[in-house]
């Protein structure tokens, strides 16, 4: 591999940097870094303009002008909440938290019998995922996109086995078969199980739907493992509120039952509860969907 | 970490401020803040977790910088040309300190440099404003407003550290506890 990707926009020099400015950066000079940092990947034209579409289905009658600015929103809550997981990996130094659905969120931890956690890529999702392993002492499996980057993905796995948390087991959906039976089973033991929903990645099997209008693939595991395991799934989103604060919103659960001759047609009333969740979201919350491609083939890339 | 759970009075708890100008104001609002309880607030108790503080610090130290830049930079260029370029180059200059900074004292600890990055740093500062005040430059001024709130902050150390056992008690009443 050339050793130039590395500075590339997914390259790891950037995952090497945010590590350097957490242990290094004096706390009062950080807006002047994130406002620097978030202007210079506005330069990331690919980038730019998947938010920018993405913002243009979000935001129907929005100007180009606008989104624009608006992009470089999304880049700047993508900074701070980058370097807030940053921080609590390297320092465990954790934002303050402002809880939404709060009962929801209460019988989500007391459900007895393992439970599906569905998010999306926004705010802080992994740094939610380590807290409430250890606040909760629940077991957690976390299934995330893997980097597009080998090098940024070799770091990620390195720096999760150094500072990851014991409760906390994160693997990537590379392969969809293998990991569905370690999901099944980890449900079976009672451990709640972490998935994005917002985003698919070549190899697993996705479930078409509609998110803003536009038709939209959305990753069928989830849904399924919730069919096979009868288990509730729980929308949970963290929203960046502001500096080192976030909100965690806890959704009312989806059940998934068998109740039709197809199998799809139980799926697709769950995903459309899940997508109506998200739409919700999204629509007060787009500053941060961390989405730097067009999420549906009908935006053009 | 410490966090105090369904207080959001606990947001004026001296302890979440970092300089002690602002842990004496906080000291001042936190004895006059209601107790406020929320279902579902969960703040941390660390020294840099207020926004305004960070922000206000961060604001004064570019604004200060770019005002420095633009003085410096008049002469070779003219009025219009340093106003345009002074911002932009002051942020470069930050990253660009920052890093060596971080450099110069990575060695120097295992772990956690932010605090000793930080003293770096804002003596760096404190000697381009001091020498910033000796010149004829218009901006001499400004560089004497920051000498100023320099020397006001450590000032404002003494009481603070005076205080210790008060603002314990402040952060008490505020629901932290040890």
């Known amino acids: ?301 | 970490m410490r966090a105090v759970r369904g207080r959001a009075d606990t947001r004026w708890a001296p302890s979440r401020f970092n300089f002690a100008i602002f842990r004496l104001a906080a000291l001042v609002v936190a004895s006059r803040a209601v107790v406020e309880h929320r279902r579902g607030e969960v703040l941390v108790i660390d020294r840099n977790q207020n926004a305004a503080e960070s922000y206000a610090v961060s604001i004064w130290v570019v604004a200060s910088l770019t005002a420095y830049a633009a003085s410096l930079l008049a002469a070779p260029l003219g009025w219009i040309a340093a106003a345009i370029v002074a911002l932009p180059a002051v942020l470069v200059l930050c990253q660009a300190a920052i890093v060596a900074g971080g450099l110069f004292v990575l060695p120097a600890i295992r772990h956690d440099h932010t605090r000793l990055n930080s003293v770096l740093l804002m003596t760096s500062l404190v000697a381009v404003s001091a020498w910033i005040a000796s010149t004829t430059l218009w901006s001499r001024y400004v560089g004497m407003l920051f000498i100023a709130i320099v020397a006001l902050n450590a000032i404002a150390a003494v009481p603070a550290r005076l205080l210790r056992a008060r603002m314990a008690a402040a952060d008490r009443a505020r629901g932290v506890t040890d």
């Open chain 1, 1 to 301: 591999m050339s050793w130039w990707r590395r500075f590339l926009p997914r390259g790891v020099f950037w995952r090497q940097m945010a590590r350097f400015g957490a242990l290094c950066l004096p706390v009062w000079m950080e807006p002047v870094v994130m406002a620097f940092w978030s202007g210079f990947f506005l330069m990331w034209g690919a980038g730019r303009r998947g938010v920018m579409r993405n913002l243009a289905a979000i935001k129907p009658r929005s100007w180009a002008f606008v989104n624009f600015f608006r992009a470089y929103r999304v880049f700047w809550n993508f900074g701070w909440t980058m370097t807030d997981n940053m921080r609590f990996k390297e320092l465990r130094i954790i934002p303050d938290w402002e809880f939404v659905g709060l009962d929801h969120f209460e019988k989500l931890q007391s459900e007895p019998g393992g439970a599906i956690i569905l998010t999306a890529h926004m705010g802080s999702y992994d740094l939610a995922a380590q807290l409430f392993s250890e606040l909760t002492g629940r077991r957690m499996y976390m299934v995330r996109a893997p980097e597009i980057d080998p090098q940024t993905q070799e770091f990620e796995q390195q720096q999760e086995g150094r500072t990851g948390s014991d409760g906390l087991t994160v693997e990537f959906n590379t392969k969809s078969s293998d990991l569905a039976l370690d999901l099944l089973e980890a449900i079976q033991r009672g451990e709640l199980v972490a998935i994005q929903g917002d985003r698919v990645t070549p190899g697993i099997a996705t479930f078409p739907a509609q998110l803003f209008s536009k038709p939209v693939q959305i990753p069928s595991g989830p849904f399924a493992l919730a069919l096979a395991a009868r288990v509730p799934i729980y929308p949970l989103f963290v929203i960046r509120a502001g500096r080192r604060r976030y909100r965690l919103q806890t959704c009312e659960p989806i059940v998934v039952l068998r109740t039709r001759a197809r199998r799809d047609d139980d799926l697709r009333d769950a995903v459309a509860a899940w997508t109506k969740h998200l739409e919700t979201v999204i629509e007060a919350g787009w500053y941060q969907w961390f989405m730097f491609e067009p999420y549906s083939k009908e935006l053009p890339a």
